[in-house]
Nanobody, 120 residues
Framework: VQLQAFGGGLVQAGGSLRLSCAASGRTFYAMGWFRQAPGKEREFVAGINHRDGHTDYADSAKGRFTIFRDNAKNTVYLQMNSLKPEDTAVYYC????????????????WGQGTLVTVSS
């Protein structure tokens, strides 16, 4: 089982990025995006269920970020718009066999992370 996240990079404040996470080896019922800024704990950003497409967002992501998935490709995406310097972090995708959760400890499978840097 492998999760591969990519799409990070350097962007100016107000810009956009789209992150992708491809899962191989199994299909997860829920996949989520988390992020970890330097010196901070890893935090939930967004999650999505495989079957019903239900989504959850952290307050910081609502209205700016959109999570969606292509079940045929077993890939989840995070479209990030109106980026702010405080969005700078390493972004991780994760999978779990149950409904989406905002709790880091509920996910047993993690990708390697992709760095997003937002300049002011």
């Amino acid at each position: 089982v492998q999760l591969q996240a990519f799409g990070g990079g350097l962007v100016q404040a107000g810009g956009s990025l789209r992150l992708s996470c491809a899962a191989s080896g199994r299909t997860f019922y829920a996949m989520g995006w988390f992020r970890q800024a330097p010196g901070k704990e890893r935090e939930f950003v967004a999650g999505i269920n495989h079957r019903d497409g239900h989504t959850d967002y952290a307050d910081s992501a609502k209205g700016r970020f959109t999570i969606f998935r292509d079940n045929a490709k077993n890939t989840v995406y995070l479209q990030m718009n109106s980026l702010k310097p405080e969005d700078t972090a390493v972004y991780y995708c994760a999978g779990r066999p149950y409904y989406t959760s905002s709790q880091t400890r509920q996910y047993g499978y993690w990708g390697q992370g992709t760095l997003v840097t937002v300049s002011s």
